[in-house]
């Protein structure tokens, strides 16, 4: 069993940063495509960033959302165990429950809540006008 930490919500004001992080109970947190999704009330959950688990010579690939691109920024640190949301100039509708999550194996694709087997309990983004 893998358990999913997530860390470093709050309340912050529209234009500020906040950086979330996500940490893993097992060393094979390496070995995954990890990813971040938001759920805010009365929505479905969505998809915000996912960072792949193959860490070659040009880098982690990542992918985002299209209303995150250029403002949120995923990253990961595998001796640390731990992924990182760096996320600027929130907006209002930033608003929600971060998850983190664990892909599964073998899994080609990131953006579904399908593709993930583990999951963090989520960390509160509150983001006021």
């Known amino acids: 069993q893998v358990q999913l930490v997530e860390s470093g919500g709050g309340l912050v004001q529209a234009g500020g940063s906040l950086r979330l992080s996500c940490t893993a109970s097992r060393r094979t947190f390496s070995s995954y495509t990890m990813g971040w999704f938001r759920q805010a009330p009365g929505k479905e959950r969505e998809f915000v960033a996912a960072?792949?688990?193959?860490?070659?010579?040009?880098?982690?690939?990542?992918y985002y959302a299209d209303s995150v691109k250029g403002r949120f920024t995923i990253s990961r640190d595998n001796a640390k165990n731990t992924m990182y949301l760096q996320m600027s100039s929130l907006k209002p509708e930033d608003t929600a429950v971060y998850f983190c999550?664990?892909?599964?194996?073998?899994?080609?694709?990131?953006?579904?809540?399908?593709?993930?087997?583990?999951w963090g309990q989520g960390t509160q983004v509150t983001v006021s006008s």
């Open positions: 960072i792949s688990w193959s860490d070659w010579s040009d880098g982690f690939s990542t």
């Open positions: 999550a664990r892909s599964r194996a073998g899994s080609g694709t990131y953006s579904r809540t399908a593709d993930y087997i583990y």
